[in-house]
């Protein structure tokens, strides 16, 4: 099993689950996060940081965004590591209660 970063994280980028994994298995693109599914190792720590609640064990992924197990395995691949805690978007607290962001989902990785 591992965690996956869903869709509410998108155009906010909420850091807070960084600081906590101890394994360093975050990527950051340029307007969200993903979990690298080989390097997570299931413990759970970013859950409970996530202010936006958009971070699911692999079993209790909603449906609607069953998509995010891929694509977190698929862009952790391209992107750079975030091992410390940033500030947030600025578009994040407009975002926040934004449902249904997976056209604004971008893949081109953090331009750090």
């Given amino acids: ?5 869903a869709e509410p994280c998108v155009m906010c980028k909420f ?3 960084v600081d906590v994994c101890p394994v360093d298995c975050f990527y950051e693109g340029e307007n969200t996060l993903v979990i690298n599914p080989d ?3 299931d413990c759970g720590a970013c859950v ?3 202010p ?3 971070i699911f064990s692999e079993d209790d992924l ?3 965004w069953a998509e995010y197990l891929e ?3 698929k862009l952790s691949q391209n992107w750079p590591v975030i091992t410390s805690k940033q500030d947030p978007m600025d578009t994040a607290e407009e975002f926040r209660e934004v449902e249904e962001k997976r056209d604004k989902l971008s893949e081109n990785p ?3």
């Avoid at 099993?1 to 970063?5: D, F, G, L, N, S």
């Fill in 48 to 50: 409970p940081e996530c």
């Fill in 52 to 54: 936006v609640e958009a």
């Fill in 15 to 17: 850091t807070d689950c």
């Fill in 71 to 73: 694509i977190n395995a």
């Fill in 110 to 112: 953090a331009a750090r």
């Fill in 39 to 41: 390097e997570c190792i």
């Fill in 62 to 64: 909603p449906e609607k």
């Fill in 1 to 5: 099993m591992t965690y996956v970063v």
